[in-house]
């Protein structure tokens, strides 16, 4: 079974920027599609961004392109999200989801079935 951890989030001001990490284990890293999901209070979930092992694809949502650069380090078992330029409505919970043999055009996160815990991301103006 799948199992992720985040870690990285904080308060930052608004410009400013984070980067967080998923931490996955209990799978092989090179046949996982790690994506991350964001929660904002009294919003809807959103997918964020994507990145598969198995063949190298990417997605970004259209909010954060440009912003939100995802990267993986196979050699720690761990995808990273760097978040430049933070606005204060990307204030959210923010989650990574894991899923096998899985692949990241049209992310939709819904469909992974290993999901963490979140790590709150706050941004003040």
């Known amino acids: 079974e799948v199992q992720v951890v985040e870690s990285g989030g904080g308060l930052v001001q608004a410009g400013g920027s984070l980067r967080l990490s998923c931490a996955a284990s209990?799978?092989?890293?090179?046949?996982?599609?790690i994506g991350w999901y964001r929660q904002a209070p009294g919003k809807e979930r959103e997918g964020v961004s994507c990145?598969?092992?198995?063949?190298?694809?990417?997605y970004y949502a259209d909010s954060v392109k440009g912003r939100f650069t995802i990267f993986s380090d196979n050699a720690k078992d761990t995808v990273y999200l760097q978040m430049n330029n933070l606005k204060p409505e990307d204030t959210a919970v923010y989650h990574c989801a894991a899923e096998t043999y899985s692949y990241c055009s049209g992310f939709d996160y819904t469909l992974f079935s290993s999901w963490g815990q979140g790590t709150q991301v706050t941004v003040s103006s």
């Open positions: 990145i598969s092992s198995v063949d190298g694809s990417t």
């Open positions: 209990g799978f092989d890293f090179s046949e996982l599609a």
